[in-house]
């Protein structure tokens, strides 16, 4: 795969270096010549520049890309390294960070987003895992917004706990993916059963965690 990383900080360098290790073709877009030395010692191709510069990104592979991250620590560049990759160059796939949250709004199908990742959103979620016990936690955005990957803990009072995937009443569009149990995933099937302690990941539509948490958690 074909991978166009603009940004070279702390979470570009990373994803680029981790993407590279993983057999993928890497090429970072990074305006600052000192990065640029630090991250070409990793074996990932850098394009000095600007990203935001239609020629920058033609230069750097950006209409043969399958994938471009926008990973710049200003929103303003992310957006337009966006839909620059989305209209100009007709990238399949684009994924971009959202430094400030309160920006998160912008960042749909109008700017050339696929996906927006928000990392204090992250760390919020994570926070929120870590102290509530039955609460459905919203861990990532899809599909612009319209559907969550949720996380859920279950406790021993949890509805759930003694019962098989099979045994719920599931609405269609709320799909169970797996369990986490003892540091091991187990993908949800008809068979699959819960117990206490087991953290549930799911597929939720914009406003639907109510309904998970009823089903598998119940009454509080």
């Given at each position: 795969?074909?991978?166009?990383?603009?940004?070279?900080?702390?979470?570009?360098?990373?994803?680029?270096?981790?993407?590279?290790?993983?057999?993928?073709?890497?090429?970072?877009?990074?305006?600052?010549?000192?990065?640029?030395?630090?991250?070409?010692?990793?074996?990932?191709?850098?394009?000095?520049?600007?990203?935001?510069?239609?020629?920058?990104?033609?230069?750097?592979?950006?209409?043969?890309?399958?994938?471009?991250?926008?990973?710049?620590?200003?929103?303003?560049d992310n957006l337009v390294v966006s839909l620059l990759a989305k209209q100009e160059f007709a990238v399949p796939r684009v994924l971009a960070r959202v430094n400030h949250p309160t920006?998160?709004?912008?960042?749909?199908?109008?700017?050339?987003?696929?996906?927006?990742?928000?990392?204090?959103?992250?760390?919020?979620?994570?926070?929120?895992?870590?102290?509530?016990?039955?609460?459905?936690?919203?861990?990532?955005?899809?599909?612009?917004?319209?559907?969550?990957?949720?996380?859920?803990?279950?406790?021993?009072?949890?509805?759930?706990?003694?019962?098989?995937?099979?045994?719920?009443?599931?609405?269609?569009?709320?799909?169970?993916?797996?369990?986490?149990?003892?540091?091991?995933?187990?993908?949800?099937?008809?068979?699959?059963?819960?117990?206490?302690?087991?953290?549930?990941?799911?597929?939720?539509?914009?406003?639907?965690?109510?309904?998970?948490?009823?089903?598998?958690?119940?009454?509080?």
């Amino acid at each position: 795969m074909k991978v166009l990383v603009a940004g070279a900080g702390n979470i570009g360098r990373y994803l680029a270096s981790d993407l590279a290790g993983r057999g993928h073709e890497v090429t970072v877009v990074e305006q600052v010549p000192e990065i640029i030395v630090r991250i070409s010692a990793a074996g990932v191709r850098t394009v000095l520049g600007d990203a935001c510069a239609p020629q920058v990104l033609e230069k750097a592979g950006a209409r043969d890309a399958d994938v471009v991250v926008a990973a710049t620590g200003d929103d303003e560049d992310n957006l337009v390294v966006s839909l620059l990759a989305k209209q100009e160059f007709a990238v399949p796939r684009v994924l971009a960070r959202v430094n400030h949250p309160t920006n998160e709004w912008l960042f749909d199908e109008a700017w050339g987003v696929d996906l927006a990742v928000s990392p204090p959103h992250l760390l919020t979620a994570l926070v929120e895992e870590e102290i509530s016990e039955g609460d459905a936690v919203s861990i990532l955005k899809l599909e612009h917004g319209s559907v969550h990957l949720v996380e859920l803990r279950l406790d021993e009072r949890s509805r759930a706990v003694g019962q098989r995937v099979e045994d719920l009443a599931l609405p269609a569009d709320l799909v169970l993916l797996a369990v986490l149990r003892s540091g091991h995933a187990i993908a949800c099937r008809d068979v699959t059963p819960f117990a206490a302690g087991d953290e549930v990941l799911a597929l939720v539509p914009e406003g639907r965690q109510h309904d998970l948490r009823d089903l598998l958690v119940g009454p509080r």
